[in-house]
């Protein structure tokens, strides 16, 4: 059972950047495609993005584009969530997901990991 504890949440003004890892255990990294979601306090989880096995492929949401960036290193076991130009909204708890098909990720379904805390303060 692949095992995902994500990292590098905290406290952000507006308008400056974090940077999010996702490292996996308990599977063959490789196979899995990854994504990132998050979730606000009294809304429920939304996209963010996500990422293929190969890395080729990727899926944004329409507020983070631009702004935030996925990649993957598959010699690390580790997925990365670039934020830049943070905003007080972007304010969640992040949370990695993981399986083998890209559309399942997307779809919000799969593997979970604990959520790390991001908030931008304005």
């Known amino acids: 059972q692949v095992r995902l504890v994500e990292s590098g949440g905290g406290l952000v003004q507006a308008g400056g950047s974090l940077r999010l890892s996702c490292a996996a255990s308990g599977r063959t990294f490789s196979n899995d495609a990854y994504g990132w979601f998050r979730q606000a306090p009294g809304k429920e989880r939304e996209f963010v993005v996500a990422?293929?096995?190969?890395?080729?492929?990727?899926d944004y949401a329409d507020s983070v584009k631009g702004r935030f960036t996925i990649s993957r290193d598959n010699r690390k076991n580790t997925v990365y969530l670039q934020m830049n130009s943070l905003k007080p909204e972007d304010t969640a708890v992040y949370t990695c997901?993981?399986?083998?098909?890209?559309?399942?990720?997307?779809?919000?379904?799969?593997?979970w990991g604990q959520g790390t805390q991001v908030t931008v303060s304005s």
């Open positions: 997901a993981a399986h083998y098909s890209l559309n399942t990720v997307v779809s919000g379904n799969g593997y």
């Open positions: 990422i293929s096995q190969s890395g080729s492929s990727t």
